[in-house]
């Protein structure tokens, strides 16, 4: 492989893409690096000016003046860091988050229109080959948090969500075919019917592009309660703070949306989610023993007052 090889295809898949199109409309208003600090604002875990820079490599004053445009615009809004009053942490503001959804929307659209033309033999070999190229020129450098970020499930993911908490579960606990059975009702009936301004579904994605975690935001029986369901990480992402960050999104999202109260149904043998709970504030309210799944296991519930100040 030479120089001219790579930049031979960096030529090709800009094309492909657009990514120099403008008359497209893809990211207008904004240029291509101003979306991806928009989309880095919207995902990634830290958020202050300077991890900012160091993630995109980007000149100082070059993001400066981005983020000044976006404050302008009213999309962003700035504050000391609360750990480090030398730095500034960013924060998308509502329109912001709103902006940066409409342009996550159409670069979606975009790449299912190219799908659209790759025959389904040829896109498990597509797929492959982008994972290699990921890898390689990534390198072997170990998982770091900063790379997993959280987003919406595309195609195939809710598949995956049923497929990877019966593979996992049962490999780890011996759970059998019963609960790949609830996995899939839980998953089914979300994407039968499920309100999107009050249900959700995040998905943690690591640097190759491999989903390794996920969580599910619901509407419970009980009026103004959100339940959430479906919390998983995968064993190689553990240790990485991702479900921290899934349990996370969910209360905000609860929180933010006007829940009162987030509630959610687990078993004692799950000691690592357990300990999660409680650090964002859910408190046992209830345990019942039960034979689920091929297991004598302890069920529990824990609820989380989200009318509270935020844990």
Request: proline share 5%.
């Amino acid at each position: 492989m030479t120089v001219q090889d790579i930049r031979s295809f960096n030529r090709f898949y800009t094309n492909v893409i657009g990514a120099l199109d403008y008359g497209r409309h893809l990211y207008a208003p904004y240029t291509l690096t101003e979306t991806r600090v928009l989309y880095e604002l919207a995902h990634a875990r830290r958020t202050d000016a300077a991890d900012l820079r160091a993630e995109l490599s980007l000149d100082a004053g070059y993001l400066s003046r981005i983020l000044n445009k976006f404050e302008q615009d009213g999309l962003i809004e700035r504050a000391p860091s609360e750990t480090d009053p030398r730095r500034r942490r960013v924060g998308l503001t509502p329109r912001g988050r709103d902006t940066a959804a409409l342009l996550e929307e159409r670069a979606r659209e975009s790449v299912s229109v190219l799908l659209d033309g790759v025959s389904p033999h040829d896109r498990p070999r597509l797929a492959e080959a982008m994972r290699t190229i990921r890898t390689v020129l990534g390198g072997d450098r170990a998982p770091r948090a900063e790379d997993v970020v959280l987003r919406d499930p595309a195609p195939g993911d809710l598949g995956w969500i049923v497929q990877r908490n019966a593979a996992v579960y049962a490999a780890e606990y011996g759970w059998n075919a019963d609960y790949e059975g609830l996995v899939a009702r839980i998953v089914a009936d979300f994407a039968e019917d499920h309100d999107p301004h009050l249900e959700r579904v995040w998905i943690a994605e690591n640097a190759t592009g491999r989903p390794v975690g996920c969580v599910m935001c619901v509407r419970d029986e009980a009026p103004a309660t959100a339940r959430l369901r479906l919390l998983l990480v995968e064993p190689d992402a553990r240790g990485l703070g991702v479900g921290d960050r899934l349990v996370e999104a969910c209360v905000g999202f609860a929180r933010g949306v006007g829940y009162r109260e987030l509630v959610l149904w687990t078993n004692d043998v799950l000691a690592a989610a357990r300990r999660i709970y409680r650090r964002h504030g859910f408190v046992l309210v209830g345990e019942k023993p039960h034979r689920s799944f091929g297991k004598d296991l302890v069920g529990q519930d824990w609820r989380l007052d989200l009318l509270g100040p935020p844990h």
